[in-house]
């Protein structure tokens, strides 16, 4: 008795056209229409997968039914149960997400995949696989899910992970993840912060300060020689917050999804070590390694208002410091000076994360200006409104992120002032490898409701592979950056449009006629 002569049994090489093209179970694994499951894991052997199919057969209900199974309804199956935590059914309707992707119970496909080789997602809750086009229908008739944004960590919803998913005892035990993963494992390395459960005690001057939680990060590589970072994690309800600050605070599932950064070098640890230490840190590297990105996840790690100021040539000292305004008076109808404090001044006050995008780009004023606040004394002193004194807040957070200005790609661009280098800490940032490249691609597909297919996946990662080194800087012959951003609206529309049609629309058309007939060659060559 095996699944093997059972009608319910899809070939894998025909699962995409005889079920869902969402189905994706690995290279050599069949698939049961009937129970919706997949039958073994792609890293079996022949002996394994055949050893799965005569287990299943002995205790299946399906085994005789006639229906082809293109007829059956293909979803998701059951391939494991939660270990571990005590899932109970939802309190409260208000907190159905209305789509699994907003459930705190999900693990994205690339995890899914790296863990137990199926690329779909699981609910780590039931231990169901699901399609990414079963996700919102799948949400309506759950009576569990419970959608992260909405959490409250006086709920008590248990904290799941990879540990707490127990695969039925046929398929085995989970792949253990490699070094070499390590930095694909962080896509999902993190829980929605709102449900974190803090690593230290929470005294009552934390609260009174806004700050629920704290989070504990180690030494990647040496956690037992050097001392714990702690990141505060704030309560996004706290009285402190204006309704303004607190529309900031980057959510999960909001449309920048914060919760889907990559964080393949570490900045977490490293760059949240300078900010708590008082120190205010530069990200450098080319356009589209996530730079500013960054700085949006540690918002949303420590549940604090995100800010962006963009410098350009063209920004103006009264634009991010402050100027002084005519206004009417209301009661004298008499016409009065006052001065309206810049985005700087006002942010610096309270708790929250500060990127400034760009500071080498914009005249010199401007950083001379923000010195101030990243000298030990942490103030800004406006002489223009009376030597007004505004002190930053020890948990705003401050960052730079800018291209280099040696790359010539970057016009505009100029060499840092020895005295702002002297009061920053560096860090370089670089593309990340292409399996972490091939997971954003993914999980960022998966989050707009688009399962793209390995098989664009494999086309736009093989494109990357053959135009970095063309386009690197220092001995590229093309003068463009081809970044995640590049990369991801590229994905993106291959939805509706060819590969080479997707190419040319993010980037292409926007070059002179020598590149875009260049960068339209690769793209040939992997058609």
């Known amino acids: 008795m095996s699944c093997e002569t059972c009608l319910q049994r899809v070939p894998a090489d025909q699962i995409g056209d005889r079920i869902l093209k969402t189905i994706d179970y690995g290279d050599g694994v069949d698939y049961c229409a009937a129970r919706g499951i997949p039958l073994g894991r792609p890293d079996m052997d022949s002996t394994q997968l055949t050893e799965v199919k005569v287990k299943f057969a002995e205790s299946c209900s399906f085994k005789d039914d006639p229906t082809p199974p293109y007829k059956l309804k293909a979803s998701g199956g059951k391939v494991g149960r939660a270990v571990g935590v005590e899932i109970a059914n939802r309190s409260d309707p208000k907190l159905a997400p209305r789509d699994c992707r907003q459930c705190v119970y999900l693990m994205q496909p690339t995890e899914v995949r790296r863990r137990y080789g199926w690329g779909l997602n699981l609910c780590m809750a039931k231990g169901e696989l699901l399609p990414t086009n079963k996700l919102k229908g799948e949400a309506t008739r759950c009576n569990i899910g419970i959608d992260a944004s909405s959490v409250e960590p006086e709920m008590g919803v248990p904290v799941m992970t990879h540990e707490n998913v127990r695969l039925l005892g046929v398929y085995g035990t989970a792949t253990e993840v490699t070094p070499v993963d390590a930095a694909r494992s962080r896509l999902s390395a993190l829980p929605d912060p709102r449900l974190h459960v803090s690593d230290k005690p929470v005294d009552a001057e934390d609260q009174e300060q806004g700050i629920r939680a704290w989070r504990g990060l180690k030494h990647p590589d040496f956690p037992e020689l050097f001392e714990t970072v702690w990141l505060p ?133 401007v950083m001379e200006a923000i010195r101030p606040i990243i000298d030990s004394n942490k103030q800004l002193v406006l002489d223009q409104d009376r030597g007004q004194i505004i002190m930053r807040h020890w948990h705003r957070f401050l960052g730079f992120a800018m291209n280099p200005s040696w790359d010539y790609r970057y016009q505009g661009t100029s060499d840092m002032n020895e005295a702002d280098l002297n009061r920053m800490t560096s860090f370089a940032v670089d593309f990340p490898q292409s399996e972490v490249e091939r997971d954003i691609i993914i999980n960022f597909c998966n989050a707009q409701g688009y399962a793209i297919s390995n098989e664009r996946v494999d086309a736009i990662i093989k494109l990357t592979e053959d135009l970095r080194p063309a386009t690197d800087p220092t001995n590229g012959t093309l003068s463009f950056s081809w970044g995640m951003r590049s990369m991801l609206k590229t994905a993106l529309s291959t939805r509706y449009k060819t590969l080479e049609e997707s190419v040319r629309s993010a980037l292409a058309d926007n070059l002179d006629p020598t590149e875009r007939s260049q960068i339209m060659g690769y793209v040939k060559t992997i058609l």
């Open 233 to 365: 994690v704030y309560d996004p309800e706290w009285s402190g917050f204006s309704d303004k600050e607190r529309r900031k605070i980057p959510v999960s599932g909001d449309d920048t999804h914060p919760e889907l950064y990559a964080d393949y070098q570490n900045l977490l640890y490293y760059i949240g070590a300078d900010l708590t230490s008082g120190l205010s840190p530069v990200l450098v590297g080319p356009a589209g390694t996530g730079k500013t990105e960054f700085y949006r996840f540690l918002a949303w790690t420590c549940q604090l208002p995100f800010d962006r100021i963009s410098v350009t040539n063209s920004t103006e000292l009264a634009d991010i410091i402050g100027k002084h305004l005519v206004t009417v008076d209301a009661v004298s109808g008499e016409a009065v000076t006052e001065w309206v404090n810049g985005r700087i001044p006002e942010a610096i006050q309270t708790p929250g994360v500060l990127c400034i995008d760009e500071p080498n780009l914009g005249p010199k004023d």
